[in-house]
Nanobody, 115 residues
């Protein structure tokens, strides 16, 4: 099944950093904009960052200046560098296209920010 596979989550203290990875098959990655989403308990899934195939990036206001999205097209992999983490960043993080395809959702990776 073609989908995104996320990894790199974990438990981190407030102010800490994590780097998430998102791998995909070439058929859903090549020439496409890719987005990182997150879903906190009791909240809707939200798009926090996206990156075009050429590297143009867009961030949501809550993460702007703290998160950095990047991609390695040769490896069909996108990354999310998360710095200055706060408890409000606790969520399951996923990849998908900016207009999500329901078939592409992976298991996500849990990020927990807590002291």
């Amino acid at each position: 099944q073609v989908q995104f596979v996320e990894s790199g989550g974990g438990l981190v203290q407030p102010g800490g950093s994590l780097r998430l990875s998102c791998a995909a098959s070439g058929s859903i990655f090549t020439f496409r904009t890719v987005g990182w989403y997150r879903q906190a308990p009791g909240k809707q899934r939200e798009l926090v960052a996206r990156i075009s195939y050429g590297g143009t990036t867009v961030y949501s206001d809550p993460v702007k200046g703290r998160f950095t999205i990047s991609r390695d097209n040769a490896k069909n992999t996108a990354y999310l560098q998360m710095d200055s983490l706060t408890p409000e960043d606790t969520a399951v993080y996923y990849c998908n296209l900016p207009t999500p395809n329901s078939n592409y959702w992976g298991q996500g990776t849990q990020v927990t920010v807590s002291s």
